[in-house]
């Protein structure tokens, strides 16, 4: 409330991304509601968040995606909403987990001045590389 209209992008879709969860528990939408609403969440958060790297000549949202440690399966599924058939409920909340944990690590932890991940820092990086792993590209096929 303090930032009025000017949200930082990362406390908005974090809010975005955790109403997706709220309404997910409460088993209040159907399957294709809350595929759209994780669908909305997750092309905002890419869009935005890469956004502000895009310069005059437009450059590849994989490549951006790249500079700001964002997995490219996450910019594939962003894809796929957009442009493509919509994917399962089940890729859409795997997708908002990791981009709620890349915030997370990347914009909270900051935020409270400490490395909130220190304990558990190994454990992520295997995390990370299980989800990377499991979301190559015979998952889109």
Partial sequence: S???PKMPLAVDCT?????CKVLDSSGKLR????????GLALVRFVNLIT???????????RQLARE???????????HELTHGKLPQLALCR???????????????????GNN????????DE????????????DTWE
């Fill in 2 to 4: 303090r930032y009025g």
């Fill in 15 to 19: 809010a975005e991304l955790i109403r």
């Fill in 31 to 38: 399957s294709h509601e809350l595929i759209l609403s994780y």
């Fill in 51 to 61: 956004e502000r790297k895009q310069k005059m000549v437009s450059i590849p949202l």
């Fill in 68 to 78: 700001v440690d964002i997995p490219i399966w996450v910019v594939d599924l962003r």
């Fill in 94 to 112: 795997k997708g908002c987990d990791v981009v709620l944990d890349w915030l997370r690590k990347t914009y909270w932890s900051r935020q409270l």
């Fill in 116 to 123: 909130l991940c220190e304990e558990s820092e190994e454990e």
């Fill in 126 to 137: 295997q995390e990370e590389a299980e989800a990377n792993t499991e979301m190559d590209s």
